[in-house]
């Protein structure tokens, strides 16, 4: 079902398709994600170049200190719900029936999902577009949750599930995710968006959000982030 002006302003937002966004075809290189831009060239995804970079240090030490049995059964409870949670969000902006079904993990991933709901998604004015494939031509690509305006600013916005409440030193993965994004929106439609939202939900449905609060410095960070992978495949 497509987003439709109707639909959207049964819940206050103005649906204005102001750009062509196309679909990108996901493809797995390499074991890793890419898209495969218009162009043929086969990219890698943001998430690809950012856990190639990532300094797994923190991450290694939490998975001996409980165990890598225990750690995978976690990791793979969390995607799961953060699979669930982010289709219950795109069927409420596409105006689709959402239901919270027997399962336990659909559950709380629903409950999680309406905390977003209230919380974040009630300041957005308009939806340009869900689920947006979005590429800087010969370099990467990705799929951000959300385009729009939030607060009266264009903004590229993402859902996030946690198990717990974040800090910012912790999330700076999903700042560059944003200003990566922001990047392939102006540089494709030009645009000069440099707001971005995150969305967060514990799975005890504590809500949080984070802004870009300097996209300059983020924006830095991400192109020395892409240089690195580059580098390390060369």
Same mark, same amino acid.
């Given at each position: ?5 109707? =639909? ?7 649906? @204005? ?8 075809? /996901? =493809?797995?290189?390499?074991? /890793? ?60 902006? /596409? ?9 336990? !993990? ?8 309406? =905390? ?32 729009? =305006? ?5 903004? !590229? ?13 912790? @999330? ?25 939202? !995150? ?31 580059? /580098?390390?495949?060369?």
């Amino acid at each position: 079902m497509k987003i439709t002006k109707d =639909v959207l302003k049964s819940k206050g937002i103005a649906y @204005i398709q102001r750009y062509p966004y196309e679909e990108l075809e /996901k =493809v797995t290189k390499n074991r /890793k994600r890419h898209y495969e831009t218009p162009d043929g060239r086969q990219v890698p995804s943001v998430t690809t170049v950012l856990s190639a970079t990532k300094d797994m240090t923190h991450l290694n030490a939490w998975k001996k200190r409980i165990g890598e049995q225990k750690a995978q059964q976690i990791a793979t409870e969390s995607a799961n719900i953060g699979t669930v949670m982010h289709g219950s969000l795109e069927k409420h902006v /596409k105006g689709i029936e959402r239901k919270p079904g027997s399962n336990l !993990i659909h559950q709380k991933a629903h409950a999680m999902a309406n =905390v977003i709901i209230d919380n974040g998604l009630k300041d957005v004015s308009e939806v340009w577009g869900s689920e947006v494939s979005l590429h800087y031509p010969e370099l990467y690509a990705g799929t951000t949750d959300l385009v729009g =305006v939030y607060k009266g600013a264009p903004a !590229i916005m993402d859902f996030k599930q946690a198990r717990k409440l974040k800090k910012k030193e912790w @999330i700076e993965d999903y700042y560059l995710q944003l200003v990566a994004y922001s990047e392939a929106h102006n540089k494709l439609y030009d645009t000069q968006i440099s707001a971005g939202r !995150i969305f967060i939900c514990t799975q005890n449905n504590e809500f949080q959000t984070f802004e870009i609060d300097n996209y300059d410095h983020w924006v830095g960070q991400w192109y020395a982030k892409l240089e690195q992978y580059y /580098k390390s495949i060369l």
